[in-house]
């Protein structure tokens, strides 16, 4: 049967090691990792190089550096908290577009296997986990005492097998999907940076950084209180659909505009796609930054 257009919102599995099972936009990732570890690795040699001679790595990095400082500096305010948040910000800056811009390039989405799934394969199994095995037995057989309970499954298994192989769908699965199109790899980096906004608010101003989650003086600050709590994990959850939701409509779009007009016609889109793909990069990495610098800040302050 010929492959269909199939589109995804889970990352589907390539291959797996023991009982990890690696995704598509989990093995892009680590090959955005691995790049972005190997650029560090360079222009750390490069700086460390007798000659002193600077080569255009090290100008480039020098060029990300000081750029993105000006940034975190307009929102700090203070170099020493600029130069505590720049590395986390140049970090999901650097991944979160690399992710966004590779799931771009030809072979993205496109270079792939295919496999062929079943919807009759999951009910019939589903079934089975709900029915015990004596009422499995009778509904396979008008002689119970006769045919035993193996003899039935296996009878019934070949059934199934026969009525569900003629309406077998080939499904296309590519090898590589842009990260920031799962959701399990935004949601990580919200996680991520919301348990770091804890750590700093403790680190600058120790455990009287709690006080805006419990401070039971009024019952105006009890009901901020919670209002603060409830923002935290709202936060988590904006995060994570803001940047999958857009990365994901962008692939979803690209897809269907070029299934129905192959040439020409996605260019643009292209374009639009790279744009977002900046912004949404500098987006999540400014509300970091922005949510750091507020807990470095006493909730009396505010």
Do not use: C
């Amino acid at each position: 049967m010929a492959t269909e257009l199939h589109i995804s919102i889970s990352a589907e599995r390539v291959f797996s090691f023991g009982r990890l099972n690696v995704s598509n936009s989990m093995l892009a990732s680590i090959i955005v990792s691995s790049l972005l570890i190997l650029f560090f690795v360079a222009v750390n040699r490069s700086l460390n190089t007798k000659d002193k001679k600077i080569r255009p790595l090290q100008n480039l990095a020098e060029y990300i550096v000081e750029g993105f400082y000006g940034l975190v500096q307009e929102v700090t305010g203070n170099h020493q908290k600029t130069r505590f948040f720049l590395p986390f910000f140049i970090t999901f800056f650097l991944f979160i577009i690399m992710n966004n811009w590779f799931g771009l390039l030809p072979g993205f989405g496109t270079i792939g296997f295919v496999e062929s799934e079943t919807a009759t394969e999951h009910a019939v199994l589903l079934q089975k986990e709900i029915d015990s095995p004596v009422q499995t037995v009778q509904a396979a057989t008008d002689q119970p005492a006769v045919a035993t309970e193996e003899e039935v499954i296996v009878a019934e298994n070949a059934d199934v097998k026969e009525e569900t192989s003629e309406h077998a769908k080939k499904l296309f699965v590519p090898y590589l999907r842009a990260g920031t199109a799962d959701l399990n790899t935004t949601l990580a980096l919200s996680l991520f940076t919301m348990t770091m906004v804890q750590v700093v608010g403790i680190k600058y101003l120790g455990f009287s950084y709690f006080k805006k989650f419990f401070n039971f003086k009024t019952p105006i600050t009890i009901f901020v209180s919670i209002l603060e709590a409830v923002s935290e994990f709202a936060k988590i959850i904006s995060f994570s659909f803001r940047l999958f939701g857009n990365i994901f409509a962008g692939e979803v779009l690209l897809m269907v505009i070029g299934a129905l007009i192959p040439l020409l016609v996605p260019m643009p889109f292209y374009g639009l796609e790279i744009f977002v793909g900046f912004i949404q990069a500098l987006v999540f990495s400014m509300l970091s930054v922005v949510f750091y610098n507020v807990a470095t800040i006493g909730h009396d302050e505010h």
